[in-house]
């Protein structure tokens, strides 16, 4: 039995991937603050972690970090950065000082590695990234993660797009607005918005997990295209339900959220060309298929 250590593995992405990979007789073994029989102890503030996590390790993947849905003042970005850099900082450290011989290492990063702003490029693999707060997190991120090639381990960087699921993120926030008809688009609503399934997002992971002969960064992004308006619109109609109110400004939502309101006022499309002509098979290519199960499984 291969085993897999994964942080963060509270979240919502990291929930459904324990559930995912323990179905397919993975032995995983998880990170957690509080002292348990059922995790492994760490604390990266304090440079703290069970060794023995590591034992006979085949794979990490690295979900750990703050939400950056939270207002961003200076100490809470200083969070944002350090609860993802600082931590895998430490999976290194330690792999390196017990000489483990891991063969895997994945970590989230962010389709914001391209920068927060609105443009028509398509952005791939290829492109460098952008030196604003959360381009600089995702790439500074990805170079602490490629810190592992030097202990012959493969690496993975899964560039996420806003992850849909009922359970959790954005799609939780905004189903009980659009049943009050309180959803509406948010500043000029043409801001492009990458997203992906939770299950197609679980997949990827598994499937770089698997796949041994792919490395590097992958976009995690569904096929269709869509602004913030086609989205606001197609959540409303999903639900059976109207947008009535005209857009949000986007003054009104600086003034609100502060600098944080640039990762819902601006945004490009990505391509996801990559992960598929890797063998990958998106289950849910287009929004309002995705939309559909994932309302359907809600209100089941």
């Known amino acids: 039995m291969k085993s897999v250590l994964i942080s963060g593995a509270t979240g919502l992405i990291g929930q459904n991937l324990v559930q995912k990979l323990k179905s397919k007789s ?50 809470y970005k200083k969070e944002l950065y350090k609860s993802r ?29 391209y920068g927060t702003q609105t443009s028509d490029i398509v952005y791939e ?16 991120l990805e170079q602490t993660a490629q810190k592992f090639e030097t202990l012959g381990t493969r690496v993975c960087a899964v560039r996420t797009a806003a992850v849909l699921s009922p359970d959790g993120g954005m799609l939780k926030e905004l189903i009980p607005l659009a049943n009050k008809f309180l959803l509406s688009p948010l500043g000029s609503g043409q801001q492009f918005m990458p997203w992906i399934h939770i299950e197609d997002m679980v997949n990827i992971y598994i499937h770089l997990l698997e796949n041994e002969n792919l490395f590097g960064a992958f976009n995690a992004s569904a096929t269709e295209r869509i602004t913030n308006k086609e989205f606001t619109f ?6 059976n339900k109207k947008v009535i109110f005209p857009a949000v400004p986007g003054f009104i939502l600086k003034t609100v959220l502060g600098e944080m309101s640039s990762i819902i006022l ?21 929004l309002k298929p995705a939309l559909d199960d994932l309302l359907h499984k809600k209100n089941r």
């Open 234 to 239: 197609a959540l409303a109609e999903s639900l």
């Open 125 to 140: 693999e290829t492109h460098s990234f952008t030196d604003d707060f959360l381009g600089r997190i995702c790439f500074d």
């Open 26 to 75: 993975w032995e995983v073994r998880t990170l957690s603050r509080k002292q348990s029989e059922s995790h492994f102890y760490w604390n990266p503030e304090n440079a703290e972690i069970d060794e023995k996590a590591f034992e006979n390790l085949d794979a990490i993947i690295h979900l750990a970090g703050a939400p950056i849905s939270k207002r961003w003042t200076h100490s």
């Open 266 to 286: 601006e945004g490009s499309p990505v391509s996801n060309s990559k992960i598929k002509n890797s063998g990958f098979e998106f289950q849910f290519e287009e």
């Open 85 to 113: 850099i600082n931590s895998a900082e430490l999976l290194f450290e330690t792999a390196r000082k017990l000489n483990a011989p891991i063969k895997t290492f994945i970590t989230a990063s962010g389709v914001n590695y």
